[in-house]
C-alpha cells in the first residue's frame, strides 16, 4: 500500500464497532477502511453512503448488484475491489463459471438481457471513450424502472469511487476470493463478503 493503515489503537473509539463488525463478517479489518479511516468523518460519510447502497430492500437484487460491482472493479484495475466483490458475487448465488465470464461478458452465454443491459450502463459510467447515449438508456428502460436506474447509477458511480481510492493507493487484495482466470485474486475463503 501507498500509505500504512494506523494501528487499530489509534483510531477514534466511534469508528471501532465498524472494525469489529468487519473482523466478525470477514474474518478481518478490511485496509481499504483502515485507509478511510485516517480522515474518519469521511469514513463515516463513505460507510452511511454505502449502506444505503448496498440495503437489502434495494430494487435491485443482490447478485445484479454483484456483478456490476465486480466489473467496475476490473475496469479500474483494482484488485483488492475485485476479490472482495467477487466474494460478494459468490454467496449472492452466482456460479463460479459466471463469476469467470464477467470480463468477457459480451462473449458469454451466462449474461441474461436484463444483465447485459446493466453491464452496458456500468461500462459506459466508467469507461472514459464512452457514454450513456439514448439507445442504451432505452434499453436499459426496458428492464428497469426510472428509481431502479437511480439505484443502479448511485451504485455504479459508488463503485468507480471506491475502487479508484483503493487502485491508487495500492490496496492488495486480501484473499477472500479466487475466480480462475481473475488477476489479483487471493486464495477462497469461501464465504467472505464485503465491498471494496
Known amino acids: 500500500m501507498r500509505i500504512e493503515p494506523r494501528p487499530l489503537a489509534r483510531y477514534p473509539w466511534y469508528l471501532r464497532p465498524f472494525f469489529w463488525n468487519q473482523r466478525r463478517k ?3 479489518v478490511l485496509d481499504s477502511a483502515l485507509l478511510w479511516a485516517r480522515a474518519p468523518r469521511l469514513f463515516l460519510g463513505v460507510a452511511l453512503l454505502y449502506g444505503m447502497i448496498d440495503r437489502k430492500s434495494s430494487p ?3 447478485p445484479l448488484r454483484s456483478l456490476l460491482t465486480v466489473r467496475v472493479s ?4 483494482c484488485s483488492f475491489c475485485v476479490d472482495i466483490n467477487s ?3 459468490i454467496k449472492r448465488g452466482a456460479s463460479l ?3 469467470a ?3 468477457n461478458w459480451r462473449d458469454s452465454a451466462l449474461f441474461d438481457e436484463r444483465e447485459r443491459a446493466a453491464l452496458d450502463y456500468a461500462e ?3 469507461l472514459s471513450d464512452r457514454e450513456v447515449d439514448e439507445d442504451l438508456m432505452g434499453r436499459l428502460r426496458r428492464h428497469f424502472g426510472d428509481d431502479a436506474i437511480i439505484e443502479l447509477t448511485g451504485l455504479i458511480a459508488f463503485q468507480n469511487m471506491s475502487s479508484k481510492f483503493n487502485n491508487a493507493l495500492d490496496v492488495p487484495p486480501q484473499g477472500f476470493c479466487t475466480i480462475p482466470g481473475s488477476p489479483g485474486s487471493g486464495p477462497n475463503t469461501g464465504d467472505a463478503a464485503g465491498k471494496g
Open 87 to 89: 466474494a460478494t458475487l
Open 60 to 62: 435491485i437484487e443482490g
Open 74 to 77: 476490473q475496469i479500474n484495475h
Open 26 to 28: 470477514y474474518g478481518a
Open 97 to 99: 463459471e459466471k463469476a
Open 124 to 126: 459506459a459510467m466508467t
Open 101 to 103: 465470464a464477467l470480463q
